[in-house]
């Protein structure tokens, strides 16, 4: 194995439950902040399009998965369709939602554990989280992605469990009472909600994609990762509207609107606050947001790991660990960035909005330009590479994934309107990468080939 060499260790089920646990904390918290803008029933019309987009997405990026199965994702399409600076834009847009991801939620781990134990300062909890996390992937990706399927399984399992004990509780007049942008009547501010609601609607998804960084480990990647990644949203897809329903129908909505744990908050108003189910919700629940935190530093250090490789990053970060055949640098290079983050409370000041609703918007704007790179790289690969073995090829070609293209570029045009400063910020991350790229890269950029099965 050489020095940059990734080992093919993964099972499909172990692809699934990267996929799934990549996402799942987006159910847990996150996606409430949308009730602020839409309301309830504003943010339900929001989520049916995002859904839409993501379910025809992740149909068309298994094409690219399957064909180009290489540990970058998005970088390895942009360049394969696009050239070096496609790579760039694929590679760094994927890099900004996968570092920003982690500490949103590692932010709800420690709100999560305050509940629990509240002389625990939230802070430091996220700071425990990725310390112990890091460290959990740099000893093995075999050992790392059995723990993500087995904390995703519980998840999963706690989801449903939290469904059955509020539904008791659960009115959708409730659920309905001022839904239109804190109004009982449609109206153009109503409108003008469901569009400013799209990042937070796009948090019940975000990061699915990057299960396709763990496709150069995964064996067979061309026969398993489809059944992965199409059960992996169909399971989001139905995890992401329970919980929401649920959640807005058994009290007052708005007060779940600006909390980072509204599922253990909206429980308690159904079965009181010295409850077990409560105290299990808390406890069980921060496996949900461990699968994700935990599954998204999977993919932030791969795709570190991708850029060092071919040259758009110090090639430090694709040195692998003698040992454990991981990453080690990229993850710890990732989390240190995450860290940052956590303490970055001028944040606080944009747009009015939380510290966690910030750094979540960020990590959609990075999410969003990949979509598009990667819907723009089918489309470009189809025509300049018709004899590339798809063994997997987007269904309903052209209009498939031409709708996941379309919802892409119109959420991103809304982003840009509803947080213009924010924007700024990642239009200057963007150009500040480019800019390192250019004086001290590679002039020469390469896309390593994957290994052979």
Not at 149 to 163: K, N
Request: proline share 5%; aromatic share 14%.
């Amino acid at each position: 194995m050489t020095e940059t060499g990734l080992k093919k260790q993964l099972s499909g089920l172990h692809l699934w439950g990267i996929a799934v646990g990549l996402v799942i904390s987006g159910e847990y918290f996150g996606w409430n902040f949308g009730w602020g803008s839409a309301g309830t029933l504003g943010f339900l019309v929001t989520t049916i399009l995002v859904a839409v987009m993501y379910t025809t997405f992740i149909f068309s990026y298994t094409e690219l998965t399957t064909a180009i199965p290489h540990a970058g994702g998005p970088f390895a399409y942009g360049l394969r369709a696009f050239g070096p600076v496609g790579g760039f834009i694929g590679g760094f847009a994927t890099l900004i939602e996968f570092v920003f991801a982690p500490p949103a939620i590692a932010l709800a781990i420690g709100s999560y554990l305050n509940v629990q134990f509240p002389a625990l300062d939230p802070k430091m909890s996220a700071v425990g989280a990725y310390v112990v996390f890091m460290a959990l992937n740099i000893v093995g990706v075999t050992i790392a992605a059995t723990f993500e399927l087995v904390v995703t399984l519980l998840a999963i399992g706690e989801l449903l469990i939290f469904m059955g004990v509020v539904a008791p509780g659960f009115s959708f007049a409730r659920f309905a009472l001022n839904g239109w942008a804190g109004s009982s009547e449609f109206s153009p501010a109503a409108i003008s909600g469901i569009f400013a609601a799209i990042p937070f609607a796009i948090w019940f998804f975000l990061a699915i994609e990057g299960a396709a960084m763990a496709a150069e480990e995964t064996k067979n990647p061309k026969k398993v990762v489809p059944i992965a990644y199409i059960a992996g949203i169909l399971t989001l897809v139905f995890l992401a509207f329970g919980a929401m329903i649920f959640t807005g129908g058994v009290g007052d909505w708005s007060k779940l609107s600006t909390v980072n744990d509204p599922l253990p908050q909206a429980m308690k108003l159904v079965v009181g606050e010295n409850s077990g189910w409560l105290h299990m919700m808390v406890a069980i629940g921060l496996f949900g947001l461990i699968a994700s935190f935990h599954g998204i530093i999977v993919g932030y250090s791969r795709q570190i790991f991708a850029l060092g490789r071919a040259g758009y990053l110090p090639e430090v970060l694709a040195k692998i660990h003698p040992k454990f055949a991981t990453p080690h640098w990229a993850i710890l290079a990732g989390g240190a960035v995450g860290i940052a983050a956590i303490f970055s409370d001028s944040f606080v000041k944009l747009g009015g909005l939380s510290l966690t609703a910030n750094i979540v918007t960020l990590s959609v704007f990075g999410a969003i330009l990949l979509y598009i790179i990667s819907m723009a790289a089918l489309f470009k690969l189809r025509v300049s590479e018709p004899d590339l073995e798809r063994s997997f090829m987007a269904p309903g070609y052209p209009i498939v994934p031409g709708i996941a293209l379309a919802l892409s570029l119109g959420c991103m045009a809304t982003m840009i309107y509803f947080n213009p400063l924010l924007f700024g910020i990642f239009v200057a991350m963007l150009a500040i990468a480019f800019l390192l790229w250019k004086l001290f890269g590679k002039r020469s950029v390469v896309m390593v080939a994957e290994p052979a099965e």
